[in-house]
């Protein structure tokens, strides 16, 4: 087990599954029926050149680049462990950008989160990721919207074939020639104002927001 671990850190087998991990979501995307709901709500923030944060559930990963249709690149925040490193590498293959980081405690993360939205770039930020707990959302999304007065825009996804891994956050696998839903959320502003005492509260508005988009989805398919 240790000397397979091993084997999936190494950086040019990642790169490796990464591009085999790309050509798969390619050939899922070509073959399968897209559709969209309320696209028009990160479109208005696409034309007029504004920021804003995309949230959605970590199992969801594997085809937000499907909904993503603004020129500018999305900087996903993710982990700086393996796992992060190889999403990062199949994330290049779709207008995905990893976050860098190189601190433990993440402050440089934060950091380079706060100078891409003063920049006027959009973040995506997966609120249960990078290791859960499965669909909770973490105070840290809340505090990054309310410290740079952006709007938090949630998102969520189902298509008609797919499969469940048995990981940690039961990550979604569509299968090609699937029927997709994408659903926008109305943007979530977080006041500058706003109280830490009050931040539990936008946290469970949030997951509410995503999951709601999610269900929609899915009923798509009832």
């Not at 995307?29 to 696409?46: C, E, G, R, V």
């Not at 405690?105 to 990078?130: A, C, F, M, Q, S």
Request: with cysteine; hydrophobic share 40%; proline share 5%.
């Amino acid at each position: 087990m240790k000397f397979k671990k091993k084997i999936l850190k190494n950086n040019f087998i990642q790169k490796i599954l990464a591009l085999i991990l790309a050509i798969y979501i390619f050939i899922v995307k070509k073959t399968s029926t897209i559709n969209y709901i309320d696209l028009s709500i990160p479109k208005i923030y696409w034309k007029d050149n504004k920021p804003f944060i995309l949230a959605f559930w970590h199992s969801q990963l594997m085809t937000i680049s499907y909904t993503w249709k603004s020129k500018k690149k999305i900087n996903i925040l993710a982990s700086s462990h393996s796992d992060g490193r190889f999403g990062a590498i199949v994330g290049k293959y779709f207008k995905l950008e990893n976050i860098p980081s190189s601190s433990k405690n993440g402050n440089l993360k934060i950091r380079e989160i706060y100078k891409k939205l003063k920049e006027k770039k959009y973040v995506g930020i997966t609120p249960d990721g990078p290791r859960g707990p499965k669909e909770i959302v973490s105070e840290g999304i809340i505090r990054i919207a309310r410290a740079t007065n952006t709007p938090i825009i949630p998102c969520g996804f189902w298509s008609s074939k797919n499969f469940q891994l048995k990981s940690w956050d039961s990550f979604l696998v569509t299968l090609p020639f699937s029927k997709c839903f994408f659903v926008w959320q109305k943007p979530l502003y977080i006041p500058k104002k706003t109280r830490d005492s009050d931040i539990k509260h936008y946290q469970e508005l949030l997951k509410k927001m995503i999951d709601k988009s999610i269900n929609i989805a899915k009923k798509k398919f009832d």
